[in-house]
Each structure stands twice: as C-alpha cells, then as structure tokens.
C-alpha cells in the first residue's frame, strides 16, 4: 500500500511502489488534469509539483513521492483563480490546450522564485515545456501579467 499527499488530501493506493506518477494521478486517482505527453521526461505535459519542485510525473515513481506533498493542477488553487489561471484565462492562452497543465505548473515555481521575470528568465524556465501549437509568445506574456497580479496581491497584503 503506498500512501500520496496529493493536493492535501491523504490516499492510500493499492499500487506498486515503480509506477510512474502520472498513471496513479490519472487512473488511481482520477485526476486528468496532468496530462500524458511523451512518457520521457521531454515535454512537460506532466509536470507536478513534488515537495513545491516541479517534476516530470511520467519518470517519477510513487515511491519517490510517498510521504511528500504532490500537487497537481487541480490543487493549484481552489477556484481556478492562481494568477496564472487567470492571466491564462485573460489572454487566452491555449490553442489546444493539451500541454498547458504542465506549463502552469512549471511557471508557478519561476513565480514562487522570481516574481519579476525577464524574458529570458522566463525561457530558461520554460524551456522544457513544449507547445506543439507554438503559444509561446503568449505563454510568456501570461506568464508576465502573473507575476503582476502576483506583485499587487502582495502589496496589498
């Protein structure tokens, strides 16, 4: 039995301890907002937060994950509302949309780190997620008007 974390609520999967992440969030667990990409580390469709460090659930064991806090994009945020959903939402980001989970949440942890991203800073970041449909440009722009949202919030605390 191996017991998750995930968005922080407590589970006890019947499982075994090699099975990637990703297929215990979606078939156990029944989260599908983490998607299934490439199954190699390649292109970010997956990415979860693992103890807040952004990880590739398609190469990560539950055993790696037992016992720390999983986050996913359905526990970014209760109502959607995370800047980056919103700035998302705002701008309309997606095309198809198929990557852009793992785009969030790789985008969150830049944003936990740096708050004011350069360009550059934000592709370094987010080099490793790729956008069959290219919304690259908006994704970076997203990307900055959350981390202005993220400032004002904090200025008004």
Not at 22 to 27: K, Q, Y
Not at 80 to 89: C, V, Y
Not at 91 to 115: F, T
Request: net charge positive; glycine share 8%.
């Amino acid at each position: 039995m191996i017991k998750l974390n995930v968005n922080n609520k407590s589970h006890d999967c019947d499982i075994s301890s090699d099975m990637p992440l990703l297929w215990a969030l979606r078939d156990i667990l029944q989260l599908t907002g983490t998607k299934y990409g490439c199954g190699v580390a390649q292109c970010g469709a997956c990415v979860v937060h693992l103890d807040g460090e952004a990880v590739r659930s398609c190469v990560t064991k539950v055993s790696r994950a037992q016992g720390k806090k999983i986050t996913t994009i359905e526990g970014l945020s209760l109502n959607n509302d995370h800047p980056l959903q919103q700035a998302w939402q705002n701008i309309d980001v997606p095309q198809c949309g198929y990557c852009h989970s793992g785009q969030i949440m790789s985008a969150a942890v830049l944003l936990r780190e740096n708050n004011n991203p350069t360009d550059q800073d934000i592709d370094n970041a987010m080099a490793g997620n790729i956008c069959r449909c290219g919304t690259y440009p908006r994704i970076r722009k997203a990307i900055h008007i959350a981390a202005e949202i993220q400032r004002k919030s904090a200025e008004k605390s």
